[in-house]
């Protein structure tokens, strides 16, 4: 449904092909709402800001968690096993330590530039990520500069004035425009099904689906008749531009038909704006299209975020692994955790606590004296 008054004309498919199924609503399955589940939406935000530190929490609930678990139950040897589990969870603090210090106070600084570029960066650098973005010449002690056009609460602008938006969600419609190939795997699912109770689940999930594709059909041809100037994708539900096109060296892209590939239309941030142009009020030099500059300069943005969240990481590991390695038995060793030396076994069974050393000194020995002084010392056959 996009929004009440643009439906309020259509008949439903849904109340005219199964009332009785739709008087009752489903819960969304556990798949739907963890997806949709803030704490979840958080900890991927947190991920994609700062990649090492996810990293690094990662490897301490194995380091601290599951390895000296792991060691406890495998090892006989449960003073070894104490050893292993303890170095695995100094190793797994100090890897954590590290990114704590460096690599989060840089990622909280990348996170403020990215808030608010043209407060740190020159108008110059943000026009190669943001190419739509408006800049205008200013005169500042006597010199001519260059300034993002900004509004009263300092968000930058495109360059007609309207609001910048920095991200590449495309608008589409809330209709399932994917349902025709849920229903061709459902039909395919329910040909290899046996028991008849499995059949009738799978024949109830694809007259879900035809209803949900029937809905998705009325909104795009509702939608297209009060838009003439867009047009909305089949296969994805993306509201697509049918003036501004994507284009590739500067040709026209096509699709498989011969057709003029449409930009995409990107989402808008304001709520009555998002309704005006479902409802067909906003003009479409007011609509932000994703052309192909624009996602090139998203991805140099997305490509120097990752790597200025890397760089403290590759800079310091080899650093940090010399460190771990040389404070690590200091550290264990002050509570009282020391390797133990395992003793060495003889060929018939006894064990020997001290290392031979003339065997060692007969080992390093060439390869002719060895030889030679195994035939001096052996005694001949039939006495001296």
């Not at 090892?75 to 096993?81: G, H, I, L, N, V």
Request: proline share 5%; net charge positive.
């Amino acid at each position: 449904m996009i929004n009440g008054k643009l439906t309020s004309s259509i008949i439903r498919p849904k109340t005219i092909l199964n009332a009785a199924t739709t008087a009752t609503k489903k819960k969304p399955d556990m798949v739907t709402r963890f997806m949709k589940n803030g704490l979840v939406g958080k900890i991927c935000e947190t991920a994609a800001e700062n990649p090492v530190m996810c990293q690094s929490i990662f490897s301490l609930a194995i380091c601290c968690g599951a390895r000296p678990v792991t060691n406890m139950i495998t090892t006989k040897d449960k003073k070894d096993a104490s050893y292993a589990s303890c170095h695995s969870i100094s190793s797994g603090v100090m890897g954590f330590v590290w990114p704590l210090i460096f690599a989060t106070p840089l990622a909280a600084a990348v996170k403020m530039i990215a808030a608010k570029p043209q407060k740190f960066l020159k108008p110059e650098t943000i026009k190669k990520f943001y190419p739509t973005v408006g800049l205008e010449k200013v005169v500042k002690n006597g010199k001519e500069t260059l300034r993002v056009m900004t509004n009263s609460k300092g968000e930058m602008l495109r360059e007609n004035g309207t609001k910048l938006l920095t991200n590449l969600e495309p608008l589409k419609l809330k209709g399932e425009a994917d349902a025709a190939d849920k229903i061709k795997k459902l039909t395919e699912k329910l040909a290899k099904a046996k028991s008849e109770k499995k059949k009738l689940k799978i024949q109830a999930q694809i007259e879900d689906f035809r209803i949900k594709q029937q809905e998705f059909e009325a909104e795009k041809t509702a939608f297209e008749a009060m838009n003439p100037k867009l047009y909305v994708d089949t296969d994805s539900g993306v509201i697509r531009s049918k003036e501004v096109f994507k284009t590739e060296n500067g040709q026209f892209a096509l699709n498989d038909k011969g057709e003029k590939i449409g930009c995409a239309i990107q989402k808008p941030d304001d709520k009555k704006v998002l309704n005006n142009v479902l409802s067909g009020k906003q003009k479409l030099d007011e609509i932000n299209p994703i052309t192909e500059e624009m996602e090139i300069g998203k991805n140099k943005e997305d490509n120097t975020k990752s790597i200025i969240n890397w760089v403290p990481d590759i800079l310091l590991a080899p650093p940090r692994a010399m460190l771990t390695i040389e404070l690590i038995p200091r550290f264990l060793k002050l509570f009282g955790m020391e390797k133990q030396k395992k003793p060495t076994q003889t060929q018939d069974g006894t064990q020997q606590t001290q290392n031979n050393t003339t065997f060692k000194a007969a080992v390093k020995m060439p390869t002719f004296a060895t030889i030679k002084s195994h035939s001096v010392a052996a005694p001949k056959k039939g006495g001296a």
